[in-house]
């Protein structure tokens, strides 16, 4: 360990050529208002945050545009709603231009019941996509195998859920995350289904670079407030994680004094 | 919420006329040295920490004690290693002399192989040291009534277990917890069985008002970064509880675009 | 294994001096009439029955205990609603003469809103009627040290909770019922906290000699099924602990064809 | 409830064409010899029984089959091994014409370090094998959106994995096979991850249709009792559903005694 510890995690997270410091990415859905989420914006340390480009957010005037330019975030703008790879293409290739980032969130969501991701539309998309020089997130269920055919789809980073979106469930099956984890070469980001710090800091104990939520924060009671806790729970997961946790025992075993 | 919100979370822990900011507790024990010890406590940030009245820690020249004064950290002086009630209070007296305080962690423990506690003997010994003028934090087993009955005794503060000390199994009832938080008047610091950071968190969601470890940080593999894991961790679960969780749902939510 | 296996479990129950081929204890607690009782009774295969002493039961022409003699079913009486030792150890005496029987589940209730034992009053009861010849089965707690207090004052059978009476939350903590058993000399019958038969199947492969409910049958939609369900569910799981499972791995493993 | 209940559930289960009494499927890997192989099958009350196509269990003489016809139990020929459609398709072919049986269990493994299997072939090989007039039966992971592909492209039943084949972990995420179940209208069986009684008993309470197992039992210290274990494990999980269980609760509530 560097003599100049203070308390935060080693590294960045590069995706592709972008390269963040806060691992914490946070979506804009479901803010009462534009203040309120400025305050978690700002509270949650985020530096990439992002939009659905099917919704109202892009329209002229775009309050949530504005407030994420003036605050210095970068965008990533998402595909939510699109149910097949053609949306999904073409809503990516809407947002570059208008945007003008390479960065896309692909989701390609099933149905509106799960709002799960479809495996075979995404990883099509995925390819379409990455062929094409976005640098391209993907949403995912948590399945190992899914992930890894992401990956050599040429995604830049893979999103496994934790559980279906806006339930707030936590990381339902921590065993495939870190399968997935074992596996990956690109940044694995945890996507959906967070609902208190406790599961941010898990997620990256598990070994998951990033962690992008969304109504956790937004609409908690106090969004501020539990920005700032998701924020402080990834960093404590991410050093928790570097530092090297004690093995379980069935047994107790004693603490002895320092010499 | 005050206008002055800068991620920190409001209050002072108050152990009867003891009052606290930081919500960690650290123990001693398992540290590898000295110079470890002090830079995990340091990044810690604790006010409080424990040290064994049974062990060699307080022979003439201890370290532990002049580094605890060096650092300005209070003395929780505990009982560990004893039997029985009569050895528990014969030991707190003898602390109270030697150290100078009144606070006394009271741990009567049944056997080496669990180092759990003795419920009969603890609250004997727990009315014993309260009526005495004692500040008592009894370290007890997850068990409501237990817990109910430390308070009647006269207890500052309740410390449950999350399991067997030294296990790194977290906390493996949090109804339990829970349970208890629900009843208590005095502060619940979650006491053994802490691994790893989100354990911590955990602790201080289900309504904990701190958190006690030990070689959770002196065995990681890396002390110092363990110790601000932990700090984080403690932090970002008692932001949360403030912040009011989403509750959990069965089937997914979309969340919408802000206004 | 004997060549005459038919798929049922070896041994039998012992407590004391009574013995039982079945190991699922029933309450009568709960239950809409007495017909229904009688065929979820008789769908258990219990054979040993426990029953309310300070309710309204045992009155004049008391329909339970008239149906349990009919069915050939052994009487365990309770002390349900007792809150001292004091009252329970008169309430054994009671039910001692009343009834005819040596047996008697002890249980002091510390409170009517969690309905969890009260440990310093049980173990101080338990002592009590061990000394005057009763076989005592006494409801605890999950606290390893205290089954192993109530053992050493003389009970012929701990019985730990999985979570407080009625909750249907199961078994909370399996660590706690392993230590249990990994100590204990007497029969461990899981009681309290069931609400489905994996519950009781589970506390079987824990290593719990039987099971005791009461409203997990005679409040499910269809107690005598359920009743069925809880007698398949104990045997399966007796019989999983004898048969010795495969170990948990973290990566597959394939099977591989007979030869 | 009808008036001849004699602790058994209701119902057949039907695949396709073919009916069963029994819900439990066997899967013959893993057995020391045939003689251990024949027991256990024999204890389970198996109607159904899987062997691998690609194995050596279909040369000259195999034992397997011969045992599986003098006991009269169904084949279901699986294609486990295969890494594509193409493989799978043709596979499926193969055990058709040799074996006289519409039945297949399609598995497409995406790697050997997992066994876990490929959705984007298997719902390729399930719509090509579904369109030839075959009864497949789909392994998949426990993604609710795959298993409904797989039941749209002509699926008899699906078949969600518990955990990894042959990890013995169990049913990792409870909440997605009850996701499958809320929206099949085919029957789903539990397949892979199995390890012990409860397992089964979990599996029927969450409304699966049958279980599939393989080296739970084959690999167990005794597979004849653990395949008895879960036979009864089966049959309680598939009472304790259709008896219905009771709600969950946070607080205690006391049973009363019936009138």
Redesign the interface.
Known sequence: ?TGD?A?EPAGVLAIGDHKFTSRLVI????????D??ERALT?SGTELTT??MR???LGSGS??LDLLRRLGIALLPNT?GCRTAAEAVLTAQLAREALGTDLVKLEVH???????????ET?DAAQQLADEGFTVLAYT?D????A??LEEAGCAAVMPLG???????GI??P??I??IVARASVPVILDAGI????D???AM?LGCDAVLL???V?????????A??????V??????R??????????????????
């Not at 609902?195 to 406790?198: D, E, P, V, Y």
């Open positions: 360990m510890f308390g979506g804009t859905g479901g803010a009462a208002n534009l309120i989420l509270a939009v659905a919704r109202a957010d309050g949530v939510a099933a149905d509106d019941r799960t709002l799960l991701p479809d495996p075979i990883v269920n399945d190992p195998v899914t890894l055919r559980s279906p979106i806006g339930t707030g469930l339902r099956n065993h495939n870190e399968l609902g208190t710090a406790s941010a800091t898990l104990e969304s109504t956790a937004t609409r908690a009671q106090d969004p501020e407030r539990m700032a806790a998701m924020r402080a729970g960093t404590a997961g991410r050093l928790a570097e530092a090297g946790r004690i093995p379980q025992r069935f047994w107790a075993q004693a603490s002895s004094p320092p010499r």
